[in-house]
């Protein structure tokens, strides 16, 4: 160890009561899939964590009709202050459980403790808290007085987040009144699995959540499945649109979360140390597997060569390793897959002609890793500049004034997030105005909060999360009945030219 | 002796302007009692797109005008549909084969609807979004905006100038600009609707209204890559699964046809359903 090296710091394990083998969770109980079962691993070190069940369509289709049974039996009769109380339950048994969720989570998916620490497990509770709020105040929500909850809701997420984003599945669809079946991702089905036990203890009625597990089919089962009323979709475009495609004709309400390409902007009066902290969390944060990274890099020309160099420094202070350890910053690389694209656009990057840097760092023997990495002189027909990496690669690009840097972010079919830095107010507002992206991070970037709506313009989706109107996605409106006609309703008739005529000759 | 009259050439709105379709083709409109009315221009899949380009092109200044201004422009159809009643209610009458005091109560509840959505201008804004508590050092604020370029295929019986206006009036609101394809049979209330809109500073390009073939001219918007929003309100009788399918390759906000005489029956919802809420986070110093 040399001068001024971190000795290793690894949070303990002892504390996880891992099962080796996982089944379906279904109402209620957990029972042994009907499909061939897969293991999952630790990315960091490709051992084998735990055997999980697949789900076949007998499975689904039994969690379907226990959602659904739970709906018409229990969950739509009770009353909204009782669906609260079990999702403030929740809430706190996460709180209780969240060290053990969070070595489980970084375990399972690759990404650091600190961020599942500080970041994943305490966003979760807070999800569950915020929408726990919510479930008896409805009439508050945006939809009208005495909205109405859709029914069972198939929710199928991805293995960036994954507790994460089934916190913000189940959380909002729970408080508006629906019951759930979410399928976690293939590689990332663990910390839904502990979720489950939490359910139990919470004592949740049996069925108002299912957790089902399995590969793709699994999810497109789930989809495709008739008994269902609402589908809501984390993951990438292609997935997106053929859900998108398959429920077309349908009584199903959609929700997609998609892919991104997000431009992070820094103009030349932007205080440069803290973007450059902006630009390492937008892109580097989770190994860049953000579907809202900032992976495109819009800086000013007149500072690039500033920005890079204050960049490349920060970037060699990056600590790549054991994600177990609590000072690591870039963890492993989810899957053998995701590597393997990752490595397949960089390359394409460089034989496209952009200049590659990396930061030099030890990449351990087993896993997948994949080190922090620019590219320099790329131009925007670069497919770096307008494929979703989703990994730590990020894509520079210039511009010289404000119009060309917002052509230049919202020239591609994405549009989730975008980020400024400026120390002009003003300029933050009028570029945030045109911006087509559905979050925008001023002076700061990758923030996320329950009581914040999260989702995309154009082919990143469509629908939000968190917030008001995150409830909208799960909610319609009471039936109304009688007229809609403006005129004819009596009380709002207007005075027409005629009427108002008609008055004065009856005079 | 009586007059000979002029008959009108009822012709595309396309970009503020009236061309015929380029593809020279025209159908026959008819009364309900089967008797010629006019030759409206039969649109082509040209003309669909020109009509995405015009669209697109007036979408920045449109969704870039004040909410004020967007509410004054149409509350200012209002008042041009108001003083042309006399017309409309004269080729609803020969269209849909109704009375005189049937087509005007249709062309009241038409204007009234146009006066409904401009209040929702400058207010729709306030309703749907708002500020929201995040835990941290934050200024954090939710907008709803404009979706884009809108197609519609306006609803095909009933009420024709009802329908056409319930299906345009709420995507124009939060400052979309729209492609509609007419009712095919009862066609003449769209048209002379476009030249209320021509002289109601509606900036050209915002609403452009194609007449002709829905089954012929739908799939090329709902396919069209830069279209962003379909509503396929009038869609009932097309193959509009397929026309949802085809929306999905570029993720279109679709919505589902409606019938009966509640269709696009006038709701907040309808502005909404063309808006994309935008969430931006200001960083607040620690003071």
Redesign the interface.
């Known amino acids: 160890m040399k001068f001024l090296d971190y000795a290793p710091a690894p949070e303990s394990q002892a504390l996880l009561n891992l099962k080796s083998d996982y089944g379906l969770f279904i109402n209620g109980d957990f029972t042994a899939g009907r499909g061939t079962p897969f293991q999952t691993i630790n990315p960091a070190t490709e051992q084998q964590i735990a055997m999980i069940a697949t789900a076949n369509e007998a499975d689904v289709d039994a969690a379907v009709s226990a959602a659904r049974h739970a709906y018409d039996g229990v969950w739509s009769r009770l009353s909204g202050s009782d669906r609260g109380k079990y999702l403030f339950r929740i809430a706190r048994l996460v709180q209780e459980r969240a060290r053990e969720l969070a070595v489980a989570e970084t375990l399972d998916n690759g990404k650091p403790i600190k961020e599942t620490r500080d970041v994943d497990i305490p966003l979760v509770a807070a999800w569950f808290f915020y929408y726990a709020g919510w479930a008896d105040k409805l009439d508050h929500a945006g939809a009208g007085p005495n909205p109405a909850s859709l029914g069972v809701a198939a929710q199928v997420i991805p293995w960036n987040f994954p507790l994460m984003m089934l916190a913000w599945k189940i959380a909002p669809a729970l408080a508006a009144g629906n019951t759930v079946v979410l399928k976690p991702a293939e590689t990332t089905s663990l910390t839904a699995l502990l979720f489950a036990e939490i359910l139990q203890q919470a004592d949740l009625p049996a069925g108002v959540v299912n957790i089902i597990t399995g590969d793709g089919s699994t999810g497109q089962a789930l989809v495709d499945h008739p008994g269902v009323n609402k589908v809501a979709f984390t993951g990438s475009t292609a997935v997106g649109r053929s859900i998108a495609r398959s429920i077309a004709g349908t009584e199903k309400k959609l929700s997609l979360e998609l892919g991104g390409k997000g431009a992070n902007i820094v103009f030349d009066d932007a205080p440069i140390d803290q973007a450059v902290e902006g630009i390492v969390r937008g892109i580097f944060f989770n190994q860049g597997h953000v579907c809202c990274a900032g992976s495109r890099l819009l800086v000013q020309e007149s500072i690039h060569d500033d920005v890079i160099d204050r960049l490349k420094q920060r970037m060699q202070t990056l600590r790549l390793g054991d994600p177990l350890d609590k000072n690591t910053d870039i963890g492993a690389i989810n899957s053998a897959e995701q590597l393997a694209r990752i490595r397949e656009l960089s390359d394409l990057g460089q034989q496209e002609g952009a200049e590659r840097w990396s930061a030099d760092c030890v990449i351990p023997e087993n896993g997948f890793w994949f080190a922090p990495t620019i590219f320099t002189n790329v131009s925007t027909s670069h497919r770096i500049a307008r494929d979703e990496i989703f990994g730590p690669v990020l894509s520079v690009l210039t511009f010289r004034t404000p119009a060309e840097a917002i052509a230049k972010a919202n020239n591609t079919p994405y549009g989730l997030s975008a980020g400024i830095w400026s120390d002009k107010g003003s300029r933050i507002l009028a570029v945030a105005d045109k911006l087509r992206a559905g979050v925008i991070w001023a002076n700061t970037f990758n923030q996320f909060d329950p009581s914040s709506p999260f989702g995309g313009y154009k082919e990143s989706g469509y629908g939000r999360e968190g917030g008001r109107q995150g409830l909208a996605a799960y909610l319609k409106p009471a039936v109304r009945s009688g007229s809609r006609s403006i005129v004819a309703a009596p009380a709002t008739t207007p005075e027409t030219k005629k009427s108002a005529s008609a008055k004065k000759a009856a005079k | 002796m009586n007059r000979l009259a002029i008959p009108k050439t009822y012709k595309l709105y396309i970009g503020g302007k009236f061309p015929r379709s380029e593809s020279g083709r025209v159908y026959e409109v008819l009364s309900h009692k089967g008797a010629f009315l006019a030759n409206a221009a039969k649109g082509s899949r040209k003309d669909a797109r020109d009509a995405v380009v015009a669209a697109r092109s007036a979408l920045g200044g449109w969704a870039g005008a004040t909410a004020f201004n967007r509410g004054q422009v149409l509350y200012r159809i209002a008042e041009l549909l108001?003083g042309r009643r006399v017309q409309f209610i004269d080729e609803i009458t020969s269209c849909e084969g109704v009375t005189a005091a049937v087509a005007?109560?249709q062309v009241?509840?038409a204007?009234?609807?146009w006066?409904?959505y401009a209040g929702w201008a400058d207010k729709y804004v306030q309703?749907?979004g708002?500020a929201?508590?995040?835990?941290?050092p934050?200024f954090?604020l939710?907008v709803p905006e404009p979706?884009g370029v809108v197609a519609i295929i306006a609803p095909q019986g009933g009420e024709s100038l009802i329908g056409l206006v319930s299906a345009i009036a709420p995507a124009l609101v939060a400052g979309n600009t729209v492609v509609v394809v007419a009712n095919e049979n009862a066609p003449l209330s769209a048209i002379s609707l476009s030249e209320v809109l021509a002289t109601s500073d509606v900036p050209g390009g915002v609403v452009n209204i194609v007449t002709g073939s829905p089954a012929e001219i739908a799939p090329w918007l709902a396919s069209h890559a830069d279209v962003?929003a379909l509503d396929l309100v009038g869609a009932g009788n097309l193959d509009?699964?397929e026309l949802?399918?085809s929306?999905?390759?570029?993720?279109k906000?679709v919505l589902p046809p409606e019938s009966g005489?509640?269709a696009a029956?006038?709701?907040l919802?309808r502005i909404l359903a063309f808006t994309?809420?935008?969430?931006?986070?200001?960083?607040k110093a620690i003071l």
């Not at chain 2, 929201?132 to 941290?136: A, E, Q």
């Not at chain 2, 929306?247 to 993720?251: I, K, Q």
């Not at chain 2, 994309?276 to 960083?283: C, I, R």
């Open positions: 108001e005007s109560a009241d509840e204007i009234d609807r006066v409904w309703v749907a708002n929201n508590p995040v835990s941290g934050f954090n939710s979706t962003n509009w699964v949802q399918i929306a999905a390759d570029t993720l906000r005489a509640d029956a006038p709701e919802s994309e809420l935008k969430t931006v986070w200001h960083t």
